[in-house]
């Protein structure tokens, strides 16, 4: 009888309306603490007629048999939602939408070497984007504009020196570790402050060593549409020319390149590591891993993660994560599928890192190959038509000139000399473009872009047969 009042409370909630859907946990009060997610207040507890066992060193309100029940209740409601669901129809409110704000979250020790070419990126390559959504009922162009705004949560916020980046910088620090929980806790933290503003509408996650290889509105772009931004001839991906008609724009699509158990790219050293320090806690059909785990969610994903507790009996969900290899590649992506969202989820990588597999040294396949005196028009080029944003990872500061000249105005980089080929300068007249071109040679000092080390090994990435599953399956 038991079981079958049970099934009869997952089925009521799974055809209630979501938002009338309640907590399964006790009535507990919430507050949102410095790490961004939910906790209980101090006064609140489970109920005592409750056997539970408290398993996480670092919150003690934490049960793994409760949330692993309250998942599998989830996994149980979300399934018959979807079975009796008819045809997925976009939200009412897209067509309303006339702006993309995409909050920048950076966790960063002190350091921030690209502060300057962020800024420029934030302050002059956005404004608006014409696009021919099919959701429009005018058949006319739509006009979005474009913004963004950096925020950072820094394990030495007293070592930071910007006052520009001061201004940016969280007022709480988690001193995350490598390869630490915390670092979840961080980039939570990071959620709940972008969310704040009204007008975020995505959230990328990013190191100091990110740097951008499209201007904002290229971003803003390729995000609504879901296409790569591949350099033509014509320029501008936010041209009046670019040819999105019938393209469904997608406001509520998260990028989380990601994948579960069954998929090739999961290795013995993901079944250890990830998959089997989360078994007590999660249901291994519930588990996703992201490679790289620096994703981008939508609003509408990132405030299901951090409403996340209100579900699993008012506890968080980090605790479960303390043992588990690159906790934030797997807490994202596997958050979202408990959510009910990876339908909604777009398998893409927007922050290109690349491993060497081949390394001897354990230390260096642990780590993403380094781009350092990399930066050209060919490394840019490429990482675009992979369908990446950004580009992860440059240690050390990029010229600013020369970042502006290779991703906004197209320039080809050659050794010994860097060849301005277009400089684009758009002078508005009316619905009319004018753009003047200039070709100029300028010397400098620059490296070409060493194709040895283009590709090592893709099989990480796109699961191919290359890869010896008998090898460990590093992450940094």
Same mark, same amino acid.
């Given at each position: 009888m038991a079981d079958f009042h049970s099934l009869l409370s997952v089925f009521r909630d799974a055809t209630a309306p979501p938002n009338s859907t309640k907590s399964n946990g006790p009535a507990a009060q919430r507050s949102t603490a410095s790490n961004g997610a939910m906790h209980l207040n101090d006064d609140t507890s489970i109920n005592e007629s409750q056997d539970v066992a408290l398993t996480s060193k670092t919150d003690a309100s934490y049960s793994a048999s409760v949330v692993k029940n309250s998942i599998e209740r989830l996994l149980r409601i979300h399934s018959i939602r979807k079975s009796t669901a008819s045809t997925t129809k976009p939200d009412a409110n897209c067509n309303d939408r006339d702006s993309v704000h995409i909050a920048i979250c950076a966790t960063i020790v002190q350091e921030f070497p690209h502060e300057m070419l962020w800024k420029k990126w934030i302050d002059e390559t956005g404004g608006n984007i014409s696009i021919d959504p099919s959701t429009s009922d005018s058949g006319e162009k739509k006009s979005?504009?474009?913004?963004?705004?950096?925020?950072? !949560?820094?394990?030495?916020?007293?070592?930071?020196?910007?006052?520009?980046?001061?201004?940016?910088?969280?007022?709480?620090?988690?001193?995350?570790? =490598?390869?630490?929980?915390?670092?979840?806790?961080?980039?939570?933290?990071?959620?709940?402050?972008?969310?704040?503003?009204?007008?975020?509408? !995505?959230?990328?996650?990013?190191?100091?060593?990110?740097?951008?290889?499209?201007?904002?509105?290229?971003?803003?772009?390729?995000?609504?549409?879901?296409?790569?931004?591949?350099?033509?001839?014509?320029?501008?991906?936010?041209?009046?020319?670019q040819k999105a008609n019938g393209v469904h724009i997608g406001w509520d699509r998260s990028y989380v390149d990601c994948y579960d158990r069954n998929s090739s790219r999961c290795s013995r050293f993901d079944e250890h590591n990830c998959w089997g320090h989360l078994r007590d806690s999660i249901p291994a059909e519930a588990i996703y891993k992201a490679l790289p785990g620096w994703c981008l969610l939508s609003r509408k994903h990132a405030q299901h993660i951090l409403d996340l507790p209100n579900q699993l009996n008012n506890m968080n969900l980090w605790p479960a994560f303390e043992k588990v290899w690159a906790p934030e590649e797997v807490y994202f992506p596997t958050a979202l599928n408990i959510c009910g969202l990876m339908?909604?989820?777009?398998?893409?990588?927007?922050?290109?890192?690349?491993?060497?597999?081949?390394?001897?040294?354990?230390?260096?396949?642990? !780590?993403?190959?380094?781009?350092?005196?990399?930066?050209?028009?060919?490394?840019?080029?490429?990482?675009?038509?992979?369908?990446?944003?950004?580009?992860?990872?440059?240690?050390?500061?990029?010229?600013?000139?020369? =970042?502006?000249?290779?991703?906004?105005? !197209?320039?080809?980089?050659?050794?010994?000399q860097l060849i301005l080929v277009a400089v684009r300068n758009e002078v508005e007249t009316g619905n009319m473009a004018e753009v003047e071109i200039t070709i100029e040679t300028i010397s400098i000092t620059a490296e070409s872009f060493d194709s040895s080390r283009r590709h090592g090994d893709d099989s990480r990435r796109y699961g191919s047969d290359r890869y010896r599953n008998d090898e460990p399956h590093w992450r940094r």
């Open positions: 979005i504009k474009t913004s963004a705004e950096l925020y950072i !949560h820094a394990k030495k916020p007293e070592g930071v020196q910007s006052e520009w980046l001061k201004s940016k910088t969280l007022p709480i620090t988690h001193r995350p570790d =490598w390869n630490d929980v915390r670092i979840i806790r961080a980039m939570l933290s990071l959620l709940d402050a972008a969310l704040k503003d009204v007008n975020t509408t !995505h959230i990328l996650f990013c190191t100091e060593s990110c740097v951008p290889v499209v201007t904002l509105r290229e971003a803003a772009l390729s995000l609504l549409l879901d296409e790569p931004c591949l350099w033509e001839e014509d320029g501008d991906a936010s041209s009046t020319k339908d909604e989820v777009v398998k893409r990588a927007v922050t290109h890192s690349e491993w060497d597999h081949k390394a001897v040294n354990l230390q260096d396949r642990a !780590h993403p190959l380094c781009y350092d005196g990399q930066f050209s028009d060919e490394l840019v080029c490429r990482v675009r038509g992979e369908g990446c944003l950004f580009l992860r990872k440059m240690k050390q500061s990029i010229d600013v000139e020369v =970042w502006q000249n290779i991703v906004i105005c !197209h320039v080809m980089i050659t050794k010994g």
